[in-house]
T-cell receptor, first 114, second 113 residues
Framework: GQQLNQSPQSMFIQEGEDVSMNCTSS?????WLWYKQDPGEGPVLLIA?????ELTSNGRLTAQFGTTRKDSFLNISASIPSDVGIYFC??????????????FGEGTQLTVNP | KAGVTQTPRYLIKTRGQQVTLSCSPISGHRSVSWYQQTPGQGLQFLFEYFSETQRNKGNFPGRFSGRQFSNSRSEMNVSTLELGDSALYLC????????????FGQGTRLTVV
């Protein structure tokens, strides 16, 4: 099925560093969501974006909805060990037939070295 | 407010058997979507139910089916299990309206042997 192009696939950083990851698509989405998943658990919603150009923060996390509606990025500032996990972007193209269906990126595996 | 509840958390089944997974959405949410997560394919959309009707369906064989009850709880069923059906099955709860968040349960880990 269709996937979003998410990069990088993995990141190894030192505690305290900033992190940036992004997703791109050939199609327009009207909602972008960012999730974090720990091993064996379900994805946890971090940030939701609804308007092109929108910039939203949640603590040390900042995400933006690209102006073309085909991309989004997530920044994590001053990383800490508990930031370790897999981060997923998801796009939604809401419509009467597509409903709430989400299309996911491949994920970014983040490792933080203390 | 309770979150999304999926049961069971773990299942081991034999090839050829069938399995039923359950999902209780957040109170007030009318949409339940199901996703399959595997290392090779990532998160793939199975189907969405809204107000007891299937609103959208992904590209999976007919062995995968679902339903939704009047209290919005949903079940998905997989018949004639294959080894490749081993995966983490996730359900997502949302209001079903435009521009709203989707919240996931912890998932059901299905292993087919």
């Amino acid at each position: 099925g269709q996937q979003l192009n998410q990069s990088p696939q993995s990141m190894f950083i030192q505690e305290g560093e900033d992190v940036s990851m992004n997703c791109t698509s050939s199609s327009i989405f009207n909602t972008w969501l960012w999730y974090k998943q720990d091993p064996g658990e379900g994805p946890v919603l971090l940030i939701a974006l609804y308007k092109a150009g929108e910039l939203t923060s949640n603590g040390r996390l900042t995400a933006q909805f690209g102006t073309t509606r085909k991309d989004s990025f997530l920044n994590i500032s001053a990383s800490i060990p508990s930031d370790v996990g897999i981060y997923f972007c998801a796009g939604q193209r809401w419509g009467e037939t597509s409903g709430s269906r989400l299309t996911f990126g491949e994920g970014t595996q983040l490792t933080v070295n203390p | 407010k309770a979150g999304v509840t999926q049961t069971p958390r773990y299942l081991i089944k034999t090839r050829g058997q069938q399995v039923t997974l359950s999902c209780s959405p957040i109170s007030g949410h009318r949409s339940v979507s199901w996703y399959q997560q595997t290392p090779g394919q990532g998160l793939q959309f199975l189907f969405e139910y809204f107000s007891e009707t299937q609103r959208n369906k992904g590209n999976f064989p007919g062995r995968f089916s679902g339903r939704q009850f009047s209290n919005s709880r949903s079940e998905m069923n997989v018949s004639t299990l294959e080894l490749g059906d081993s995966a983490l099955y996730l359900c997502a709860s949302s209001s079903g309206r435009m521009n709203t968040e989707a919240f996931f349960g912890q998932g059901t880990r299905l292993t087919v042997v």
